[in-house]
Structure formats: structure tokens, C-alpha cells
């Protein structure tokens, strides 16, 4: 079986399954929505948990309804105001300020909370914890790290990834290929049109260079730090140099259209069924690229949550605790989509019965353990800020701005509304 | 209740289509005074001033009392006076980005789009075979901008789009169409105009059509040429069409913002934001409804006054045109 | 004519240069869709390629059907005939309706009515978007809401949603209105005089004579629902079960996003076009007729 028809035949079961969801509930006495950002192959896995639970609790129905992420935000803000909202979301931790301050999440009861201080990690904790509230029981760690093509590295004639910033935008240079026209066919590095795909990995570098992106009181940003500055600057080098452009993406990455790119873990999944048994000979995984500082990066947080206007709170907060508890073999329901995707929890019994030894996990999990991978810290209209944040990059990166007055701009817009959360 | 009416005045009497005319008069029922001259009318009118009110009138003001909130939609709305125009029209960094972006998109669309239709159109009216060029030139009127969208996305990918492989064949540069943030409009006004392009050399050939045959008769035996004859003769009697086109389209370019969306989503680098767009994102991104309505009613005070001046333009030039 | 064109070699080059420029058009208006189609019919592998293959060397027909086995298309599509048809339909009825009584009855606020009709039409749609979201969503005694419009979801999520907002337009009116301008005022008297109601005249008598019209009306109305986009998936975006195919096509391209299934997504896209031109293959010279009508007016 090809490489191609496997992924078709997985989005085959996304999309009917998609489409599944639209059948009205049949006459069950309690029907819980849960909505994620994940499709329906990927959330397989928990499928055949929700198939068992309703096995096992005659009378509840569980309907698995599905956002892409990028819309995901807009999703549930939409059926929110909407008064159509899910019972069940699995929301990204930055979203969360947003959401409590609009009465959105449900506080979770006293077992659930005590479920989840003795079974996760203090970092997933805190990212589910808002002004000392937990909101939910956290799910899916992602960390950014430095990800290399070895084969074309290799063809330009370097056996080893770049440990300092000036090494990356030299191998860059030599590795991009070039039509006739001048337009990348090959790409020494990688960015994308995702918001993530630039604010991330500006986050990242700023903790790789030991500087975090915000004040601790989440009230200042620090994008005026010169190390975040000479940042940027090094990203519109690479634009400038012509060793990536707007039409790469972070998707190129799978297809040995760029070299590398700074990503998430979570890529594991998509990368092994693009090359197959080249995997390892081609995925190589390093720490960003900085100056010799000390290594750093930067990991977010999903979390499990229950809307406040859901009529199934109890139900939901149960079949939540269910959906994580461990089950015989180790894994949780959870768990053991979250391994299937090649993605990190902080529930620590997973982690410990997750597989994380080979070669592209462990520099993951290492991060995680040695505590240089720190997490996004949830501010005030996150998703909002990050988008300016993002627009500005843009324009460095288009060679329009200086990155010392694109963050000028976006640290005076972003103070803006992080001030807006004291009046 | 009006289909009930409807119903009983079709079914109803449909065994005796005339009534009896020598009945002495006697008094009306209710289903008579119904269909009577004097209330029929309004029977007919409910749905549309039911639509009115509930669909136009209530929504118009609604948008206009939000705008003077700061309202998530989710808590209440907090009055907070003109502080959203003043935020906008002031403050905003990237308000005037968008309001430059729609004009320059809309004034694209004609300066591209016009002649090229007019163009077309006089070569399309006295042609052979017009049912042929008809439905061939009015395919991409007829498409979902969806699938405009998804079938330009591709032909003008950098390195692998077709446009960029042709120019590449014949040694020419292949521009970054929808990745440059200095092409990006262009591209997005380019792929407008085709979908444009039909609809706007329909309503030229329909002028046209009007023109007699006489005046070019004439002129041809006066000796004059085919560029004589376009811009003495078919130009200045298609005045009033070349008018009606220009503040339509003009309008239409001003609020549009459905092909941004879906297309470039408003990149690179905001190039493609227009102000249409920024109030939809604002409004269902951010959550922030009443800075959104505020931009809506600033683009529609906008439109406003152009379609204003453009209507007054338009009958002198109607008139001169007589 | 003729003599007078063969007296002119100028007019012979215009000839020319007339069908060389409408052949120029055609390429330029008919190559993106072949090039859809071409993709459509591609293999992961060609396009996973670098540089991607353009021709198909096995052209994969089947991914027309997969369309609709393996993406819910055919929901879409099922909502597209649905809401299409339903608006097509209330449309008609509304604005021949409203049409009919601006154009045949005097009464007071007549031309007041008729004025706010062409004024109305000056309000753009983007205006609207906001404001009809939330009274669609705190309708009273609409979808588990109470009297004050609290406590359920109002119409969103349902169909309702989608087809309220479309169920007029002053546009319609407008053009119905001058359809029946040219009714005459006698044959209406005469009905009367035969003791006929008006409702009777209204639907046995006249609309049968404004088919024209209404064809007219009717695939103006189509075409636009078919490919209507920013109220449908500003409505559906949390409900897709009620998507049509553009809509879906469009909130779904993340799941098309890797070279393997965009050849799906392009068999997607040209099914979504294929009913609304075979519609209008059979009935543009009602399209020509609306258009006109707008324009001669102005």
C-alpha cells in the first residue's frame, strides 16, 4: 500500500465521520457534544472509547463534532453566541483567559481537581490554571524544536544540524534550490501562514535566547529586548537572502520542499506517513538554533473543558475523568490517542507508558524534563495579540519594516489590550 | 394566513369560476373584504414590509446602537459613546490601510475591468456565433467564488502554478502573485475582473445593441476607420451604459470582500485587507461587534456619499448623452 | 453593408483582429477550469513530485466518485438543492407579490413604498451581517427561546437561518415591479368586472403572464444562492449538517491541505459548479433579460 493511498483512505474515515456527526440524536436520554480540533482519524482512538462508554452507560450518547484548528477558536466563540455550543471542547490553553472572562468554562468539581493534581505535571497544570482556577484536565503538550531534512543537508554537504543561528542561515543559503524564474523550488528554511507558524517560533527563539515574551504580571511584553529584536532580524535575513519565502510553508517540510523548519512535535504522525521506512534516515530533530545560550523553547497546553451552559455538566465532568483514567494496558483513552499521534501529555502515567525513547521524541521529552522547554504564558486576548504580533512579523519579513519598529508597533498594540483587562 | 387566502380563493370557488353577477349585493364576507381592491394590496405588501421591518429596518438600527457599545456578545454591551469611530478614525493602525486597500481595489477593477468588457463587448456584438462566446465568456460569472478561489490558488502558485510555468517557457520572471505583498492586490483584482468579466460585457453588447447600424453606415461612407468608429461613434452613444457600469461596478468594488477571504484571506501582509473584510474578522474573530458595526457604518457613510456624487454624475452625463 | 465592407481593407483587419481577440478571451476564460479538471484527475504521487507532473498519465475518474463517498459533499450537495430551491421559490412569490401591488394598485404611501424599495437597495449586504445574526439568534419563541428571546438558540441552526435573510430582496421586487408595468390595466378591470377576487386575478390571471419575469427573477436568484458564501458559513460554521457545497468545500480545506487529497478537493470544486452551469446553459437569455432590466432603469 502507497504512502498516498493510506492517507486517503484515513481522511475517507475523517470525512464520512464528519459527515456522521450531522445525524440527529437518536432518542438518548443524555447527549454529550464534545468538540476538538483533532479529525476523525486521528480521533479514532477515543471513538472506540466513547463506543465503549456508551456501551457501559445505557442512556448516554457522545457526538464527536469537529473544528479545523485554525477555525477553531471562531468555532466556539460562534456557537457560543450562538447558544449552540458543545458540552465538551478541547481548547487551546492561551484561548482560556478569553473564554472565563466571557463565563465560557464550567469550574470543574473538587474529584476532578484532585484527579488532576495527583495525576499531571506541574507545567500542565499551570497552563490549565487561570488567576489560581483550574478550568479542566489537561491533554496534549506540544514543544517547538529545530527540525532538519538530513538527506538534503547532507546533499550540501553537512552531516550535522546548526547549533548556532548564523550556521542555520548558512546552510540555509547553501541548500536552497532555484528555478529558472528565481522562485524556490527547495528551500533552506521554512515559515508558514499560520499565526503559530511565525508567533511560536518567534516565542520559542525568545526563550531560546533566555528571554521570555512576556512580563511576569502579563501586563508589559518584552519584544523590545535587543535579543528579541536581532530575532526577528535574522528571520528577514532569511527572506532577504531568498532562502525561504511566502510561498514555502511548514507543510514543504514533508515533502522535501524545505530544509528546515523550527515545528511541534505533533508533526510525527504526518512526517512518518510521508516518508515511510526513510523516516529516521530523513527527520532529524535538534534544540533552536541561538547564540550558545543555554537551550530553550517554548510548549502550550491543550485541556479538556466543559462549557458553563452545558445541561450535561456532571455527566460530562465524569465521562472527562473516565476518558483519562488509566486503563489496562497503562494508557488512558487519551493517552493513547495523544501516543498515536506522536504528541506529549502531562498526565505522568501516560507519559511514563507512552513510548519516548526513540529518536524523534526523546529531544521532546527531554525539554519537557530538563525544564528548558517553558510554557505559553496564557495572556489576556492571546489569540488577538499573536495575530498582530504575526502581522507585524510579516512585514519584516517582507522587508517593509525594521524589526526594531515592527515590534515597536506591536508592543504598543499589544500593551494596548493587555490593558484592557483592568478596566 | 395570506396562502389560506389564497388557497379558498383558488380552491375554494374553483367549481363556479364566474359568480353569479345578478345577486341583489349582499353583505361582504370576510374572504370578500379581504380581496377587495382596497385591501389586497396590503395583503400582497405583508411579506415584504414584514421583511422590512424585522430583516432591514430593526437591523440597521440595532448595528448602529452597537456600534456605540464595546460588546463581546457574550456579557452585556457597555456604552461607550463614539469612542469606536474615534478609536478607528484616530487611532486604529490599520483602519486606513484597509479603506486605501478597498479603494484601490475597487478603482483596480475598473481601470482593468471597464475596457477590457468594452472592448470585448464591441468585438462580441457584431460577431458570428453568440450563443458560443455567450456562454463560453459568462462561465466564470456563474461560479461559486469558492471554487474561483481554489482554481486561481493553484494556477498561480510561485513555482509550480501554471501562469508561472507558461512565463517560464517563454524566459520571463515568475512573480510571486499571491505570496508578494506589492502583487497580491493586483492578483486578487485580475482574478475579480474574470469573474466580472461577462457579466459587465453583457451589459455593454446590451447597449450596443441599441446603437443603430445607421450611424456607422454613415460613418463608413464618409470613409472613416474601425478606431474611428469605436471612439467617435460607439463610445460617446454608450455613454450612459459606460456610466451605469462604472458606478455599479464601483460600488460593488467598495463593499466586497467575499474573494479576499476565501483567496489570500487578506495576506500577505495585509495587502489584500480590505475594510470589508477587517469589520467581518473584527466581528467574528475578535468577537468585537461594536468597533466592527462602527467600521461598517464608516465604509457605508462612505459608499454613501460616492453613490451620491457618482448619481448626480451620472444624470448629467444621461442628459448630455440625449 | 457588405459592399461597404469589402471596399475597406481596414474593416477586414478588424475582422481579424475581432476574432483573434474573442479567441485570446476564450483561452483565458476556459484554461482555469481545465486546469482544475487536469488536477482533479491526478495521483498523489504526481503531485507529491518535484517538480509536480501536469498531465495526468492516469487519469483517476474515480475521485469524482469519491467525492461523495469519502467527503460529505453529497450532504452539501442535498443542502444546496434545499436552500436553493426554498429561496428560489419564497423569492418568487414575495417579490412578484410585493412587484405586483407596487405596480397595479393606487393607495396612499404608494410611491413612498416604491422610493424605499430603490433606496433600500443602496444599503450593502456587509452592514446587515452583524445585526440579523443576533436577532435571527434572540428571536422570540424561535428554537427553546422565550418571549424575550432568551434561553434557546433562536433560528440558528436550522435552515431557517439560512433562507430568512434571503426571503426578499429589494432587487426582485424592483424587477417584477416592471414586469408587470406592462400588464394592462384593462384586462385586470375586466376580471373585476366579472366579480373575480384579487387574489384569483392575481395568481390565475396575471402571474401566468410575467413567466417571463419570473424565469428572469428565478435563475437570477439561483445562480446567486447557489454560489451564495459569507452568510451561509457565517451561519453553518458551528452546524455542518446545514453546509452547501462551497461552504463546506471552503471550511473543510484543512483537511484537503496535503498534496494527497487536493486532488479531491479540486473533484469537489468542479462538482459544485457543474449544476448551476447546466441551469443556466438552459436558461441565459432570462439572465440577459435581468441584468437589462437593472440597467435601463439605472
Known amino acids: 500500500m502507497t504512502i498516498a493511498t493510506r492517507r486517503s483512505s484515513a481522511l475517507v474515515a475523517a470525512l464520512l465521520a464528519s459527515s456522521a456527526l450531522a445525524a440527529p440524536a437518536l432518542a438518548a436520554d443524555k447527549t454529550i457534544t464534545i468538540a476538538t480540533h483533532y479529525n476523525q482519524e486521528q480521533m479514532a482512538p477515543l471513538l472506540a472509547c466513547f463506543n465503549q462508554y456508551e456501551a457501559e452507560n445505557p442512556g448516554t450518547k457522545i457526538v464527536f463534532q469537529q473544528a479545523s484548528y485554525r477555525d477553531f477558536l471562531q468555532t466556539i466563540m460562534t456557537a457560543r453566541v450562538g447558544g449552540t455550543s458543545p458540552d465538551i471542547y478541547n481548547i487551546y490553553s492561551i484561548w482560556a483567559p478569553q473564554l472565563i472572562d466571557s463565563g465560557t468554562l464550567a469550574e470543574p468539581p473538587a474529584d476532578v481537581v484532585d484527579f488532576v493534581n495527583e495525576n499531571y505535571g506541574k507545567g500542565s497544570v499551570d497552563a490549565a490554571t487561570i488567576d489560581g482556577t483550574l478550568y479542566g484536565i489537561p491533554t496534549e503538550l506540544s514543544v517547538y524544536q529545530l527540525f532538519y531534512n538530513k538527506k538534503l543537508l547532507a546533499e550540501a554537504g553537512y552531516d550535522a544540524p546548526p547549533a548556532t543561528w548564523d550556521e542555520l542561515a548558512e546552510i540555509a543559503a547553501k541548500v536552497t534550490k532555484k528555478n529558472d524564474q528565481g522562485n524556490i523550488t527547495v528551500a533552506g528554511y521554512a515559515y508558514g501562514p499560520t499565526v503559530a507558524n511565525a508567533v511560536h517560533v518567534f516565542y520559542s527563539q525568545m526563550y531560546a535566547a533566555g528571554v521570555a515574551p512576556y512580563s511576569d504580571d502579563f501586563r508589559k511584553t518584552n519584544f523590545l529586548d535587543p535579543r528579541a529584536i536581532t530575532i526577528l532580524e535574522r528571520q528577514g535575513k532569511l527572506f532577504a537572502d531568498g532562502s525561504t519565502s511566502n510561498s514555502v510553508t511548514t507543510d514543504s517540510f514533508a515533502s522535501s520542499g524545505a530544509a528546515m523548519a523550527i515545528m511541534a512535535n505533533w508533526q510525527k504522525q504526518s512526517l512518518i506517513d510521508a516518508y515511510g521506512d526513510e523516516f529516521e534516515a530523513t527527520v532529524g530533530i535538534a534544540p533552536i538554533p541561538d547564540d550558545g545560550a543555554k537551550p530553550g523553547t517554548m510548549l502550550y497546553s491543550f485541556l479538556w473543558a466543559v462549557d458553563s451552559a452545558s445541561k450535561v455538566q456532571d455527566e460530562s465532568w465524569a465521562l472527562l475523568k473516565w476518558l483519562n483514567s488509566p486503563r489496562e494496558g497503562g494508557l488512558s483513552c487519551t493517552g493513547q490517542m495523544l501516543n498515536d499521534l506522536g504528541a506529549l501529555t502531562g498526565n505522568l502515567g501516560d507519559l511514563a507508558a507512552m513510548e519516548t525513547g526513540d529518536f524523534f521524541t526523546k529531544p521532546f521529552v527531554d525539554a519537557i524534563e530538563s525544564g528548558a522547554a517553558k510554557s505559553q504564558p496564557n495572556v489576556w486576548q492571546a489569540s488577538e495579540d499573536d495575530r498582530i504580533l504575526r502581522s507585524y512579523i510579516e512585514q519584516v519579513w517582507a522587508g517593509q519594516m525594521s524589526a526594531k519598529d515592527a515590534l515597536t508597533a506591536a508592543d504598543s498594540e499589544v500593551t494596548a489590550i493587555l490593558a484592557e483587562q483592568d478596566n | ?322 | 453593408m457588405a459592399i461597404v465592407q469589402s471596399r475597406s481593407g481596414g474593416a477586414i483587419a478588424w475582422r481579424i483582429l475581432k476574432y483573434a481577440l474573442l479567441g485570446a478571451g476564450v483561452v483565458i476564460m476556459v484554461v482555469p477550469f481545465i486546469d482544475m479538471f487536469l488536477g482533479a484527475l491526478r495521483t498523489p504521487a504526481e503531485r507529491l513530485a518535484n517538480p509536480p507532473v501536469y498531465w495526468p498519465r492516469d487519469p483517476q475518474w474515480i475521485n469524482f466518485k469519491r467525492v461523495f463517498t469519502e467527503t460529505p459533499a453529497l450532504i452539501w450537495f442535498k443542502n444546496s438543492i434545499i436552500i436553493t430551491f426554498a429561496v428560489t421559490f419564497i423569492q418568487l412569490l414575495t417579490s412578484s407579490m410585493a412587484g405586483y401591488a407596487l405596480a397595479k394598485f393606487r393607495f396612499r404611501g404608494a410611491s413612498l413604498l416604491f422610493r424605499g424599495v430603490l433606496g433600500a437597495q443602496m444599503f450593502p449586504f456587509f452592514l446587515f451581517i452583524i445585526p440579523v445574526f443576533f436577532i435571527l439568534r434572540y428571536f422570540p419563541m424561535a428554537g427553546g427561546n422565550d418571549l424575550f428571546g432568551q434561553g434557546g438558540s433562536g433560528f440558528l441552526n436550522t435552515y431557517a437561518a439560512i433562507i430568512l435573510p434571503f426571503t426578499i430582496t429589494w432587487y426582485g421586487i424592483f424587477l417584477m415591479r416592471q414586469f408587470f408595468m406592462g400588464v394592462p390595466d384593462e384586462l385586470l378591470d375586466a376580471a373585476r368586472l366579472d366579480g373575480a377576487g384579487e387574489f384569483r386575478i392575481f395568481f390565475i390571471i396575471v402571474l401566468p403572464l410575467v413567466l417571463p419575469g419570473l424565469a428572469t427573477l428565478g435563475i437570477f436568484v439561483f445562480v446567486y444562492q447557489w454560489n451564495e458564501v459569507i452568510w451561509t458559513m457565517t451561519i453553518t460554521r458551528t452546524a455542518p449538517d446545514l453546509q452547501t457545497l462551497p461552504v463546506g468545500i471552503y471550511l473543510l480545506r484543512g483537511a484537503f491541505a496535503d498534496e494527497a487529497t487536493q486532488s479531491l478537493q479540486q473533484a469537489a470544486v468542479a462538482v459544485s459548479i457543474i449544476p448551476v452551469m447546466f441551469t443556466f446553459l438552459f436558461l441565459q437569455r432570462f439572465y440577459v433579460r435581468g441584468l437589462t432590466a437593472g440597467a435601463v432603469k439605472g
Open chain 2, 1 to 322: 394566513m395570506t396562502d389560506q387566502q389564497d388557497r379558498a380563493t383558488r380552491y375554494g370557488q374553483a367549481p363556479a369560476p364566474l359568480p353569479d353577477l345578478i345577486d341583489d349585493a349582499p353583505p361582504l364576507t370576510l374572504r370578500q373584504r379581504i380581496s377587495s381592491k382596497s385591501v389586497a394590496p396590503w395583503i400582497f405588501l405583508s411579506p415584504m414590509l414584514a421583511f422590512g421591518v424585522i430583516f432591514f429596518l430593526l437591523p440597521i438600527i440595532f448595528a448602529a446602537y452597537i456600534s456605540l457599545t464595546r460588546w463581546n456578545s457574550l456579557t452585556a454591551p457597555r456604552f461607550v459613546g463614539l469612542k469606536n469611530y474615534e478609536y478607528l478614525l484616530t487611532g486604529d493602525p490599520k483602519f486606513w490601510g484597509t479603506v486605501w486597500n478597498t479603494i484601490y481595489f475597487a478603482a483596480g477593477t475598473l481601470a482593468v475591468g471597464i475596457p477590457l468588457a468594452l472592448v470585448l463587448a464591441y468585438a462580441f456584438t457584431r460577431a458570428y456565433g453568440q450563443a458560443f462566446w455567450r456562454s463560453i465568456y459568462w462561465l466564470p460569472m456563474i461560479t461559486n467564488v469558492v471554487a474561483v478561489a481554489y482554481i486561481w490558488k493553484f494556477l498561480l502558485d510561485d513555482s509550480f502554478g501554471l501562469v508561472n510555468m507558461a512565463l517560464g517557457k517563454l524566459g520571463l520572471p515568475g512573480p510571486g502573485w499571491l505570496t508578494n505583498p506589492g502583487i497580491a492586490m493586483i492578483s486578487v483584482i485580475l482574478v475579480f475582473v474574470w469573474m466580472q468579466l461577462g457579466h459587465n460585457m453583457l451589459l455593454f453588447s446590451a447597449g450596443l445593441a441599441n446603437i443603430d447600424e445607421s450611424y456607422y453606415e454613415a460613418a463608413r461612407l464618409d470613409g472613416a476607420s474601425e478606431s474611428q468608429l469605436f471612439f467617435r461613434i460607439t463610445v460617446p452613444l454608450l455613454k450612459p451604459t459606460i456610466l451605469f457600469v462604472l458606478i455599479t461596478n464601483f460600488i460593488t468594488g467598495l463593499s466586497y470582500f467575499t474573494l479576499m477571504l476565501v483567496l489570500t484571506e487578506g495576506g500577505p501582509v495585509g495587502a489584500t485587507n480590505v475594510t470589508a473584510l477587517y469589520m467581518y474578522k473584527m466581528a467574528f474573530e475578535d468577537l468585537r461587534m461594536g468597533r466592527a458595526s462602527a467600521v461598517a457604518y464608516i465604509l457605508f457613510a462612505f459608499i454613501l456619499v460616492v453613490t451620491l456624487i457618482q448619481l448626480r454624475v451620472f444624470r448629467r452625463g444621461g442628459v448630455e448623452a440625449h
